[in-house]
Structures are given as structure tokens and as C-alpha cells.
């Protein structure tokens, strides 16, 4: 059997906080809340399921809320820049772009889609200055907003900017996480915290050409660990459309068609990922390119059975192949 997996890192504001000045993306940042409903609707139409990875301040409805669940043992950031707390108390909290809880409630009314989590806070594991008790900390925050205010308790986990360490993972099974999504194998996706230029490239570079090694991954291959949550790999990022990178494009979005028709026809299983507010420019475009995906699944759901599963999905199937063996 074969498997597609989509995961998103759902971060609004959280997630580049750091990088941008607000008042440069608002448009931004408002097409994608806009976006989020259309792409359920499509993820709907063609029985897709997905895990939204959400930075658990997202659930957070006001200053108020926002101080009320953030945790007393915050990340202690060398460049305290990566500090959103640090940020708030610069700038202020706004509901347009650190809220999403109406966004929230779409995707927990759509079949197929899991509430994950990308931390509380966007957390930094591999920074300078924060320890493994600021992360405990932070996932407790976490699992106490996604309970108080979607009801439920996330199971899979994504971290932000593709940063873990084997302790950071512990922390994650010792807090209730039965999964997290990890890293391709290739040497260019290692340390992501210290890439520089050439890794970079090389990164870019493989959505275009296979400088990698295979994106698709079999199911015998996920390690079940009693200490550790299960370690999902991510097969490949899905690029948004750019300005002047068409044919680019067309040819990215041929390498994931082909990387799909593979892994369908060998049994394995394919992790797509992207933010969702990578769609928050040429929108329109963004959404055509991800129907002609979600038709091909289609077409290799009819051809060959491949199924749609999110993170947590496939993670209960890998205990039950496990319990199953014993």
C-alpha cells in the first residue's frame, strides 16, 4: 500500500516574525487567511487529509489570552530577535495576524484534517541560550491551549525551521506527542540552524534536479520507539509560485508529480509539507498548482490505491503493524 502524506507548518505572523517587518506583509498575511477556507474546500472535494501543524499561539484570542497561557519559563534566546515574547512587548499583539481560531474551528469541521502543533511559541531547539526545560515549558503551554481551547490534546508535532535534537525529541514523548515530522536524510537538509549558502543551493537546486537520494520511503523503514515519538521524514517542500519563475515551477511541480507517481507504484510513502502562507501571494496560481496535485492523487488512488493519511493517521497504523508483530 501506498500512502501520501501532507503536512503544513500553520504559523501566520509567528513564524516569520523575525525575518519581516509586519507592516510590509499585512496583505499578506490577510490573503492568506482568506486562502485557508478555499484550500479546505479543495483538501474536501478530493478526500485529502492533512495535518496542520499550528503554532499554539495562533489559538490565542487577545493580549489577554496570549500573556494568560504563555508560559512563566520562556526561551532565554542568545539574539533574543527570536523571541516572540520579546517582540510583543516591542510592538504589540495583533488579532489580524497572531489569531486564528476561526481558522482553527475550518479545520477541525473538515474531514481528514488533524490539529497538530509547531510548538507554542515557534520554538527554536537548536538556538543559542534556550534549554531543554524553556522547551518543556513550552510544549506545556501548548497541550494546555490546544485543550482549553480546540478540546483536544495534538499528537503530532512539527518544529520550526526544521530544528530537533535526539533530547528535544524525548522532551516531545515525555509531553504527549506520538510523532513529530523530521528532516530528509540528504547531507543538505543536516543541521539547518548553521546551512549556509552551499546547502542552500543545493536545497533549491534538488526540487529541480535529483541531487538527493529517493523522497519516498517505505513503511518498514519508521523505527517504533518506546523513548521516542515516531520520526515521520518529509519527502519534499512545496514551492509557491513566484514572479518570473514559471517554467520553474512547471518543472518543480513535474518532479513532485513523478515523485507521487513512484511512490505509488512501489508502495511507499511520499510527505509533501509547505506553510500556508506561502499561498499568500499570487494565491490564485498557488491553488492551481495544488488541484493538479490533489487530482493526480486522485488518479493514483483509482490507478494503484494510494490513500491519503495525516501524520497522526499513519503513525497509528505504524503501532498497530508494530503490535501486530509482537
Known sequence: MSYLVISLDFELHWGIFDKVKLEDKGDYFQQTRKMIPQKLSLLEQYQVAVTWATVGMLLTESLEEWGHYSPDLQPAYSNMANSPYQWVKQ???????????DLVKGILNTAGQELGSHTYSHYYTMEEGQNLEQFRADLKANQRVFLEKAGLVPRSLVFPRNQYGLEYLKVCKEEGFTNVRINPSDWF??????????RKTFRTADTLLPLGNQTSFSLDSIQVNEELPVQLPSSRFLRPIHKGYKTLQKARLGRIISEMT?????DLIYHLWWHPHNFGYKTTENLKDLTIILEHYQSLHQKYGMESVNMGQLTEMLHGVERNNE
Not at 513512484?262 to 512501489?266: G, I, R
Open 91 to 101: 510592538h504589540g499583539y495583533f488579532p489580524a495576524y497572531h489569531s486564528a481560531m
Open 189 to 198: 537538509w543536516r543541521s539547518p540552524q548553521s546551512a549556509g549558502i552551499i
Open 262 to 266: 513512484f511512490a505509488a507504484q512501489n
